[in-house]
């Protein structure tokens, strides 16, 4: 089977149906092959001009497909790629690797400091059993985590105690976990509460860092502080 020239095409223009719609057909048909033929031929110039900024080495195994056509196109373009973009040969960087969180992870958290203002006085930095939640500084109190990370990304949940909630963060170049979680309501309180800054790091499987979580009351306005640091938390699967 010969494949048609532009003779052909000029053949075809000059046919002609009594049918409407066939020739409606057949016009739109012409018209597409032009608009192909032109896409070939802008692609063939890319692809001709790609061609010499590649190093002499890399033309060398290339130009000799510069004559199979349209083909030729699609052939060279996926050889500049499994190649190497950029024109140098030089590969591609590596992409970078995160320290991995992602496990289960049970231990305490020591309280390392306290503060309340308007209607938080005296609810949460106080000796029970006087307050709702026991963070006394000097307190030592249990930890769940949960962690699923994706490249840089980490989510899960926290525990600590009664409370819970979702945690969301990235891990630095250095190796660093920085995160905060969703508000969440307190059990059998008004207020809600976060963790707003959490700064931890691996060392082995023990996660080891600092974490601040604020309470907070709107009617009436009250916050609670509390700034802790980890305590043989360990990570077992």
């Not at 973009?85 to 306290?114: E, K, L, M, R, W």
Request: with cysteine; aromatic share 8%.
């Amino acid at each position: 089977m010969n494949s048609w020239t532009q003779t052909h095409l000029t053949w075809v223009k000059t046919v002609h149906f009594e049918q409407a719609a066939q020739e409606a057909t057949l016009l739109d048909y012409v018209h597409e092959v032009e608009h192909m033929a032109g896409r070939i031929e802008r692609l063939e110039r890319a692809i001709d001009e790609a061609i010499k900024t590649v190093p002499a080495q890399m033309r060398a195994v290339i130009k000799p497909q510069a004559s199979v056509g349209l083909l030729k196109s699609v052939w060279v373009f996926v050889s500049l790629l499994a190649i190497g973009c950029g024109g140098n040969g030089a590969t591609t960087s590596p992409s970078p690797t995160f320290v991995n969180f992602q496990g289960q992870y049970s231990g305490t958290y020591v309280i390392s400091s306290c503060s309340e203002d308007g209607s938080a006085v005296g609810v949460f930095c106080a000796a029970a059993p006087f307050n709702v939640a026991v963070f006394a500084p000097g307190s030592t109190l249990p930890m769940l985590l949960s962690l699923n990370q994706n490249q840089d990304v980490v989510t899960g949940i926290v525990t600590l105690g009664a409370l819970s909630a979702t945690l969301q963060g990235r891990v630095s170049a250095s190796g660093t976990l920085s995160a905060t979680t969703t508000v969440s309501t307190v059990p059998i309180s008004g207020f809600l509460w976060n963790i707003t800054s959490w700064n931890t790091t691996l060392s082995g499987n023990t996660l080891v860092g600092s974490f601040t979580f604020v309470f907070r009351e709107t009617a009436p306005v009250g916050t609670g502080t509390v700034n802790a640091v980890l305590s043989q938390v360990n990570r077992s699967g």
